[in-house]
């Protein structure tokens, strides 16, 4: 008789997500996600700083027409300002509420 092996499934991240699954366009995290697309960093870096999957950076992207390039990794003056502004550990209020009011996000 064939034994059957059950094949653990990978736990799906609820991260930037609300309760039924969606996007939460409104949450910091995917904020922040957008603004480092728009400053053309690369989707494993804006994964590593927000905590989300490198699909789900993909998508967030794909959603709002963000053209994504991997045309930096982080390193160099102008890269490690706006990765210190934007950190989901340092963001500040104001800052925060500066994403919000800039980041055209679909609507519901």
Not at 97 to 105: D, G, H, N, S
Request: positive net charge.
């Amino acid at each position: 008789m064939p034994t059957v092996t059950k094949t653990k499934q990978k736990k799906r991240s609820t991260v930037g997500l609300n309760k039924a699954g969606r996007i939460e366009w409104n949450d910091v995290i995917n904020l922040i996600c957008i603004r480092l697309a728009e400053e053309r960093f690369h989707a494993w870096l804006i994964a590593q700083e927000t905590g989300l999957s490198k699909g789900q950076v993909y998508e967030r992207c794909k959603q709002l027409g963000v053209k994504l390039r991997d045309a930096r990794n982080g390193i160099g003056e102008r890269s490690q300002l706006v990765i210190t502004t934007y950190s989901i550990n340092t963001i500040k209020p104001k800052t925060e509420k500066e994403l919000r009011r800039t980041i055209k996000t679909p609507a519901r």
